[in-house]
C-alpha cells in the first residue's frame, strides 16, 4: 500500500486555478488545474483582462490554449516559463522545434524537436504527431503569442527579419502539404442522403434536420456559430418570390439570421444571412416541437428524448453530423462539420452561382479562400483534365 501522502498543492497554484474559474464559460473545469499548472500569474492576469474587453469567445478560448501550449514547450526546451518580450532566438527556435525535413531527420536525429521535449509534451497530452506541425498551426501560435506580448503592452520580435526567413526557409523544407479541415465536401447531394438519415419523427431526427439544413441554406455556418444560433437572431421577413425573375410569381417563407460576432464579423455589425423555403419550415417546425421561444436553437437531448436547456456544444454539432453521414451509409472519417461549409460553396460553384453573391450568404471575407471552392469544382467538371480518356 502507498502510504505517501499526496502533493500538496501551492498557494500559487490554488490562487491560478480559482482566478481561472471566472472563465469557466471558456476553459473546462477539467482543464483549469492544468493551466494552473502551467500559466504564470501574469499569463492568467492577461486571460481575464482579454475577457474583460469582451474578446470573442473562441478566440479566448484558442488564446489560452495556445499560451498552454507555448509555456509547456517553454519549459520542456528551456526550462523556464516564456520571457516576455520573447527574444528572436527563442521564437526562431520555436520554428525550428515545429516545422523540420523529414528526410533530414532520418540521417539527422538531432533535427526538429529534440526527442527529450517530444516526451515531456506527449505526457501532457499537448503532442499527438511525430512528425511536423501543419505551418498554419505553427503560424497561429506565433500570432497568438504576438497577440499576447501586445496585450502585456509589449513589443515583440515577430516581425525580424530572421524569424520570417526561418519560417519560410521551414515551410519550403518541412514541404507538408496543407489538408482539408473535412476531406469531402457535404454538397447537396450528401445533404439529401443525411436528411434522410434523420427522417424519423424522434425529437432528436427533428433537430437534426433543422441543424443541418439550417448550416447548409444559411451559407455553410462554422459549427462555433451553429451551436451558438439564439431564437433571438431570427428576424421574420416578408415572403419572397419563389424566382426572382417573376416577382409577381408564388413566394416562399424567408428568415433573417443576425450573425452578431463571428471569425469574420463583429458584434456590433450588421451583418446577416437569410434562409428561403425548405429549410425555415424544418426550422419552424422544431423550434414548435421542441416548444423553445427563447435562448438556444439547437439543444441537448438526453439519451430518453427529453430536450435540455444547455446548447449544443460546437465538438457536438461534429459528431452529430458524423453520426448522420455512418447512418447514411458514408465514411465518417472522410466528412466534418466544415464540410458544410466547403460543401455549400462547392455547390454554388457547379450551380453557377456568382462568386460575390456566394460569398454575401457564407459570410467568407477572403476572395481567394472562396473561389479555391470554385475553382477545384470547375476544374473537376471541365475539359482540362479530359484529354484522354
Known sequence: MDLRLPKPVSDQKRRRAEALDALESVLPFDRRDFLAE?????????????????????????????????EAWSLAATGFSLPWPAPEALLIKFVAHHLWDFSKRETDPAHGMPAAVAITLKAEGLLRSDGPHAPSTVRRRLSSWSTLTKWRGLVGNFNAPGLQGAIKLAVRASARPRGRKSKKAVTADILTALLKACAGDRLVDLRDRALLITAFASGGRRRSEISSLRVEQYVEEEPVPADPKDPEGPKLPCLKIRLGRTKTTQADTDAFVLLVGRPVLVLKDWLERADITDGAVFRGIDRWGNLEKRALTPQAVNLILKRRIAEAGLDPQAFSAHGLRSGYLTETARRGIPLPEAMQQSQHRSVQQASNYYNEAERTLGRAARIIV
Do not use: M, P
Open 38 to 70: 502551467i500559466l504564470t500569474d501574469d499569463d492568467v492576469a492577461t486571460l481575464r483582462h482579454l475577457a474583460k474587453e469582451g474578446i470573442g469567445e473562441n478566440s479566448l478560448k484558442a488564446l489560452a490554449s495556445d499560451l498552454g501550449y507555448l
